[in-house]
């Protein structure tokens, strides 16, 4: 599209977008994908209240839907993309879509929810403007509004030695690091390098994921990190 990175953390941008793009589109990985994972750390029995930043257009929260989710909010920052998907999902009252920037979301009551999805939006505010201020600023908001023991997912292209001190020095986490192949299909690969269930050991920088994967692995990281309210410091 000939537009710097630097626009994504901007309204504008995602609105141009959105305008000329009004097809379904989803960041890094679709739902089926992920299911398996989603359904592990967020089990639909407990009857959790979701919270999807960045949604865009992606049919992502519409496949929860499916597999049974009953509470799933979406915030985006752009206008245009809200009152399309407020539209479009008019009929699915388990579908809330609200126009919201992710670095403020006082409209949101502290500990109100019970997981957070994130989908690529860490990473357009890691490639914005004043990308060392707006990214602390979404994690901690990410972090107040989940309930203690609250779960964030974060699926990016961040490997650890790019994300996880970010993430510790944000808020009071516990981490676990899932891997998934990169362009899977919606069977999945018959060799992935790692199973998407079984966590990957991390050290303290992250620097022991070679050791499992290899160099430079083409998959995408996916970071559970669970709210946890008594590793904060006294």
């Not at 939006?121 to 990214?135: H, K, P, V, Y």
């Amino acid at each position: 599209m000939g537009t710097s990175t630097q626009a994504y953390g901007e309204p504008w941008y995602w609105d141009n977008r959105y305008s000329s793009e009004p097809g379904s589109f989803d960041w890094y990985q679709k739902y089926p994908s992920l299911a398996p994972l989603i359904n592990l750390y967020i089990p639909r029995h407990v009857h959790p209240r979701i919270l999807v930043v960045g949604c865009g257009n992606s049919a992502f929260s519409e496949g929860m839907v499916s597999d049974g989710y009953e509470d799933v909010v979406n915030i985006d920052i752009s206008s245009v993309v809200i009152e399309a998907m407020k539209k479009k999902h008019s009929n699915h009252p388990q579908l809330k879509y609200i126009g919201m920037d992710v670095r403020d979301m006082s409209e949101f009551q502290s500990g109100s929810f019970d997981a957070v999805i994130d989908k690529g939006t860490l990473d357009s505010i890691l490639c914005g403007n004043d990308s060392r201020n707006n990214a602390p600023k979404m994690l901690k908001e990410v972090w107040r509004v989940l309930k203690d023991h609250g779960v964030y997912i974060l699926v990016t292209y961040g490997a650890p030695v790019y994300r996880l001190q970010l993430l510790r020095d944000s808020c009071s986490w516990r981490i676990k690091l899932h891997v998934i192949d990169k362009l899977l299909s919606e069977e999945g690969p018959e060799h992935p390098i790692q199973k998407l269930t079984n966590p990957v050991p991390i050290d303290d920088n992250g620097s022991s994921v070679e050791a499992v994967l290899g160099k430079n692995p083409d998959v995408h990281y996916i970071y559970v990190c669970t709210k946890d309210e008594s590793l904060k410091p006294e």
